[in-house]
């Protein structure tokens, strides 16, 4: 089904929606990584000698796993990321985590909507109608949604900024941020290239 439907089930209570377990935390130490830094580590140490459960591990402590399904588990606010390596390679993946502004999709582009009462919401469309359109207000908590009538609608503006925070990757340290990588661009398979010891 579509995400946009999926997320309206779960806020209707129709489905249950992801339960977020206990996440667990990165050794790190992390820091300020930059799109230069992780390229050249990755064009370096990717190939070989990653750790999937590790990698697992950080889709988890980096909350990835809050908004985006991998592989069947997670939660749907954001897109599916399995078959990501098919449509994003290792540059375009590494950017959209640092810089998660610089490119957002039109399908998950936030808009922020002020109403002729001077009330202002920030959300992602998730349903629209003739009537009114439907927000969703948090992007780890697929029931917070906001029904907004069109006529009472004052102003909607498309948010620059994504729903996607930054610094994602600051906690990590170097192994944990190539294992991350290894994991998303392996497709959940544990027996990819990148996973087998030098």
Known sequence: MPESLRI?????????????????????PGKEWTLEEVLKLAEEKLKRGRDFENGKKMFAATRCIVCHRFNGD???TGPDLTQLAGRFNLKDLTEATIVPDKIISDQYRAMQVITDEGKSYVGRIISETDEQITLLI???DSTKIVDIPKDSIDESIPSQTSLMPKDLLKPLNE????DLLAYLLSRGNAKDPMFKKK
Do not use: I, Q, S, Y
């Not at 209570?13 to 935390?25: H, N, V």
């Not at 192994?175 to 190539?178: D, G, M, S």
């Open 138 to 140: 948090d992007p780890e």
């Open 8 to 28: 309206a089930v779960e806020a209707a209570g129709a489905r249950k929606p992801f339960a977020l377990p206990e996440l667990p935390k990165a050794k790190g």
């Open 74 to 76: 997670g939660g749907a």
């Open 175 to 178: 192994n944990e941020v190539l």
